[in-house]
C-alpha cells in the first residue's frame, strides 16, 4: 500500500506539470478558414485523408496525436465539406494534441499533408502540403492550428517522359499524313 501511495504522489508531482506544461493546438483548419479543395472550385470529398505533423524545428517534426490518443491520419467527413459555405472546401475537426518538446507560448512547425485516392500521402495523386510556424497554446487554451492557405488536390501534370512520348507519337502521325498526302512525281 506504500509502495502506490508513493507511486500516485511520484505521478502527481512529476508527470501532472509536463502535461500541464505541454504546448497545445486544435486540430482543425476551421479557424484559417483555408479548405481543403479536389480542384478549385470543388471541395475535397469526404473520406479525404489529413495528416498534422508538429515540432519544435522545421526538421524534428512528428505525427500530431489527438489527446484522445486517435490518429494521426484522420478523414474529412461528409459534415466538413463546404462546411462554410458554398467554395469554401472542406474542414476537419478532430480535436486538440500535445506538441512535443514545446511549452506554451513556443514557436512551433507545422506541417499538413492532405491527400485522397490511396492510403497514404506517398502513394496518392491528388495530394498538396502546407508548411508554416506559429505559436502554441496551453490545454485550457489550445492555439488554433493557423494553415496559411487553401490545399488543392489536383492531379498532377504528366511526366517529362509521358509528354515525350506523346511528342514523338504526334510527330511521326504527322509526317505519315504529309507523305500520304503529296501528289506523286511521275
Not at 479536389?38 to 489529413?50: E, I, K, L, N, S
Not at 519544435?56 to 489527446?67: G, R, W
Not at 458554398?86 to 506538441?99: D, K, L, M, R
Not at 501534370?157 to 499524313?177: C, K
Request: glycine fraction near 10%.
Amino acid at each position: 500500500m506504500r509502495t502506490l501511495t508513493t507511486a500516485i504522489i511520484f505521478a502527481v508531482v512529476v508527470w501532472v506539470p509536463r502535461v500541464q506544461a505541454q504546448g497545445t493546438v486544435l486540430l482543425n483548419n476551421y479557424d484559417s478558414r483555408n479548405g481543403i479543395y479536389q480542384d478549385r472550385p470543388w471541395p475535397a470529398q469526404a473520406g479525404t485523408f489529413v495528416e498534422i505533423l508538429g515540432g519544435p524545428a522545421n526538421d524534428a517534426l512528428v505525427p500530431l496525436l489527438n489527446t484522445d490518443g486517435s490518429g494521426p491520419i484522420f478523414q474529412i467527413q461528409a459534415s466538413g465539406v463546404q462546411a462554410l459555405g458554398p467554395g469554401s472546401g472542406s474542414f476537419f475537426n478532430v480535436g486538440q494534441a500535445f506538441v512535443p518538446s514545446l511549452a506554451p507560448g513556443q514557436l512551433g512547425w507545422f506541417r499538413l499533408f492532405a491527400w485522397f485516392g490511396a492510403p497514404t500521402w506517398g502513394a496518392a495523386q491528388d495530394r498538396d502540403v502546407a508548411s508554416w510556424f506559429q505559436t502554441v497554446g496551453n490545454p485550457e487554451q489550445p492555439a488554433p492550428l493557423m494553415v496559411p492557405w487553401a490545399l488543392d488536390l489536383f492531379i498532377p501534370e504528366p511526366s517529362p517522359g509521358a509528354l515525350a512520348a506523346l511528342a514523338l507519337a504526334t510527330t511521326a502521325l504527322w509526317r505519315r499524313s504529309r507523305s500520304l498526302r503529296k501528289p506523286s512525281s511521275r
